[in-house]
């Protein structure tokens, strides 16, 4: 096995086809297929299905290390770099989506100023899928929602954030200043899905309390949840960190006692360390959290 077969394989996935892999290599397609032939041989199994171009699930799972491998070997060259000249490299983090909103604007313009030849490239998904990039060291490190489970990460608390009723203006409740989780009780609401991080907390919270949460319709998204609750499709419970590109004149955000906080957090992996440009990023990033962190609804420093 050897670097450019892996890096063959990878070129097919991001192409789609043994021809496209071979224009972005810069070289003949008799290459890349037999590349992908002896990395086949080697490993005993079949890694692209030559009928469409896709991986196969063996593909995948070599796929994924393969991925890994290269981001390690470019870790080095920037951390080599970047010791001897100026901070450069690329850094790969993944944000919650309704975190990206208010802090990817300033924390990549501080970046450009402070360390242009750092290059970032952002991933947007809910914690429980960049958790794991990050452990698989397919991300230098993410924002995410506590908790993490996995033992191998170090975690940096950034806020906390209120769980708050967003409700549109004509809602039964849309006058109260503030509620307790008891008011919700039976009161159709928009819910994330069973199993969803967020529902866990609202069923958690509810049997606590000895109450019963109904769901009106259950959506897999925050920021869904938020919209729907802003166009008046009913009352949602949302994080604090969803209501700065929503508010408007339409919904009210109403605290809820009975509710916990959730904590959002900066993790990534122990070993190895981090490269010089992904210390710089966050530093950034702490800089940007404290700067903004005061100007946004339902956010208090951790404690």
Known sequence: MDLRQLTTLIAIADHGSFSAAARSLYTVQSNVSG?????????????????????TEHGDRVLERARRIMHELEDIVSDIRSREHDIAGDVRIGVIGTVARWVMPPLLASVAARHPSVHTIVSEGSSSALVPNVASGLLNGAIVHLPVDEPDMTVVPFFDEELLLMAPLDHELANEQRIAISDLHRRPLLLPPGGAALRRILDRSAAENGITLIPQTEVDGVRLLASLARDGHGAAIVPATALRAE??????MIPVDGLPRRRVAWVRRRRPNPTPATEAVFDCLQLTVADNLQHQIGLHPPV
């Open 35 to 55: 590349h992908v032939a002896r990395l086949e041989r080697e490993l005993g199994v079949v890694l692209v299905d030559r009928a469409n171009g896709r991986m």
């Open 247 to 252: 508010t408007s004149s339409d919904v009210v």
